[in-house]
């Protein structure tokens, strides 16, 4: 089941088009955020990119990886078939935003800020989560293998399909979070086991997670 209330992004039918790294370098100097722009096929792999943002703006087929984009706010965007694998996207704005069939081995998204954003068949395994703040996002079909989502905060929030094996859960409550369908083996908690409370997980998952509690099931 889809969040009901969770809003798309607002993307104008006409955007300008950024297809050549020149011209995306020229415009992200400037400091001001891309606005209705078609970013496509650019490669600023191990690049800096602080001040990198976008506001209704689709961002497709671009490659980020081991790049830096420090603090960068966006708003009504959608990212196509893109890789930011080790980019370090901290402390990040995301509202009414969708990843769509995105690569981010190792992506770090702590202390960001996920309000009305889509995961759609990506594959973020080994992300950084850390200490971020989640409301109407749904995590659909994707690869959180690994991840690190402690200290997080969870409202509004769907995940459906997903790979959480091994996934650092200490100190984010799950109370309220349908785990139903998703992969949950070997999920991390911190000792007193409290985020399991009210957690929504069928009883075959139920069975594997007593192993964190010490219980033996016959």
């Not at 800096?48 to 976008?54: C, E, M």
């Not at 420090?70 to 901290?90: A, I, L, P, Q």
């Not at 959480?164 to 349908?178: H, I, Q």
């Amino acid at each position: 089941m889809s969040l009901k209330k969770i809003t798309p992004p607002e993307i104008p039918e006409e955007l300008f088009d950024i297809s050549d790294e020149e011209s995306f370098f020229l415009e992200l100097f400037s400091r001001e955020p891309f606005d209705a722009s078609l970013i496509k096929g650019i490669n600023a792999s191990e690049k800096q990119l602080d001040g990198f943002s976008a506001w209704g703006c689709v961002v497709k087929s671009c490659r980020f990886v081991n790049s830096k984009a420090y603090r960068g706010e966006f708003y009504d965007t959608e990212f196509k078939n893109c890789d930011f694998s080790g980019c370090d996207m901290t402390e990040g704005i995301f509202k009414r935003c969708r990843f769509v069939n995105c690569k981010g081995v190792g992506i770090n998204l702590s202390r960001g800020s996920f309000m009305d954003v889509t995961f759609e068949n990506c594959v973020f395994e080994y992300v950084n989560f850390t200490a971020s703040k989640f409301d109407f996002t749904e995590f659909n079909e994707s690869n959180f293998k690994n991840g690190e989502l402690s200290s997080c905060t969870f409202k509004n929030t769907l995940f459906k399909e997903t790979n959480l094996y091994r996934v650092n859960f200490a100190k984010t409550p799950l109370k309220g979070v349908d785990l139903t369908s998703c992969e949950i083996e070997g999920i991390m908690v911190s000792q007193g086991f409290s985020e399991l409370k009210g957690a929504v997980v069928t009883s075959y998952q139920a069975s594997c997670l007593a192993s964190l509690l010490g219980l033996e099931i016959r």
